[in-house]
Nanobody, 126 residues
Framework: VQLQASGGGLVQAGDSLRLSCTASGRSFKNSDMGWFRQAPGKGREFIAYSRWSGTSTLYADSVKGRFTISRENAKNTMSLQMNSLKPEDTAVYFC????????????????????WGQGTLVTVSS
């Protein structure tokens, strides 16, 4: 089972970027998935969550209104559209998947996700 995150790069503040996560080795159509990030010198933080069906999402306050998570279960892929990027969004971004459905209160808990991508670096210059 492998998750492959891609789409990172160097952009300027205010720009947009779209990250993709491609899964292989297993269908994730019944698994909740999410995005996390880790800034230099900091711990990994929750960014966005999508229920397996795509009908329920959750965002960290720091990205709410700017980032949008989406998924295409038929293609076993997930995306993160990032708009109005800020220098503080600079981090390595990870996609992750749970075994199934995560209870509501634990959606932002990284321990609920058992499969992780290798991360893609996003750098936002001011």
């Amino acid at each position: 089972v492998q998750l492959q995150a891609s789409g990172g790069g160097l952009v300027q503040a205010g720009d947009s970027l779209r990250l993709s996560c491609t899964a292989s080795g297993r269908s994730f159509k019944n698994s909740d998935m999410g995005w996390f990030r880790q800034a230099p010198g900091k711990g990994r933080e929750f960014i966005a969550y999508s229920r397996w069906s795509g009908t329920s999402t959750l965002y960290a306050d720091s990205v709410k209104g700017r980032f949008t998570i989406s998924r295409e279960n038929a293609k076993n892929t997930m995306s993160l559209q990032m708009n109005s990027l800020k220098p503080e969004d600079t981090a390595v971004y990870f996609c992750a998947a749970a075994r199934g459905q995560i209870i509501l209160t634990q959606r932002s808990n990284e321990n609920q996700y058992i499969w992780w991508g290798q991360g893609t670096l996003v750098t936002v210059s001011s």
